[in-house]
């Protein structure tokens, strides 16, 4: 159980262009997703935290109008890299907490999505 | 906000048991101790999480002393598969997930 599914698993898109990203909590209902970005030997680095139905808390130094988040049901959240530029060419992975569990067991992660920007 | 610090590398053979220390010296009451474990280009994987003393599973042991201002991870008789990196973090209700940089575990023959 707590599967969340990230899609797509790679994605090449050419620069200017926007690029949605999706994440589906398959079993379970999610208020609370996070989003990251994880560089070639780096350690993951949280972009934002998505909350159902209202709006997304990012990250200092994360760029709000270029990496939107949408988190409009308890199920799904989607990160949409816009304009997208050789240097966002990274590693997205987001997670999810379920709802109504105490911290215990109560995150689950995506197997990440390679963006690569040409 | 518990900052969490880990060795950076560690080096061990198939079979050997390997311990990953976490220092959390500004751990919450309310904060739990979780694990993850990470290939390259995968999600993190939880595997394991504790609040005190000892918590064992199929794949780990988690020690934490009564301070709790850090963990160990025990991976017993590690493998080849068992080369990746691990994350420990601390949290509570605050929904912090932060990670730190993690330790590259690399296991030979």
């Known amino acids: 159980g707590a599967v969340v599914s990230q899609h797509p698993s790679r994605v090449i898109c050419k620069s200017g262009t926007s690029v949605k990203i999706e994440c589906r909590s398959l079993d379970f209902q999610a208020t609370t997703m996070f989003w990251y970005r994880q560089f070639p030997k780096q350690s993951l680095m949280l972009m934002a935290t998505s909350n159902e139905g209202s709006k997304a808390t990012y990250e200092q130094g994360v760029e709000k109008d270029k990496f939107l988040i949408n988190h409009a049901s308890l199920t799904l959240s989607t990160l949409t890299v816009t304009s997208a530029h050789p240097e966002d060419s990274s590693f997205y992975i987001c997670s999810a907490r379920l709802t109504g569990t105490d911290r215990r067991y109560g995150y689950t992660f995506g197997s990440g999505t390679r963006l690569t920007v040409v | 906000l518990a900052k969490t610090t880990q060795p950076i590398s560690m080096d061990s053979y198939e079979g050997q048991e390997v311990n990953i220390t976490c220092s959390h010296n500004n751990i919450a009451t309310n904060d739990y101790i979780t694990w993850y474990q990470q290939f390259p280009s995968q999600g993190p994987r939880f595997i394991i999480q504790?609040?005190?003393t000892k918590v064992t599973n199929e794949v780990a042991s988690l020690f934490i002393p009564a301070d709790r201002k850090s963990s160990t991870l025990s991976l017993p008789r590690v493998s080849l598969s068992d080369t990746a990196v691990y994350y420990c973090?601390?949290?509570?209700?605050?929904?912090?997930?932060?990670f730190g940089a993690g330790t590259r575990l690399t296991v030979k023959p």
């Open positions: 973090l601390v949290g509570g209700s605050n929904n912090d997930m932060r």
């Open positions: 504790g609040y005190k």
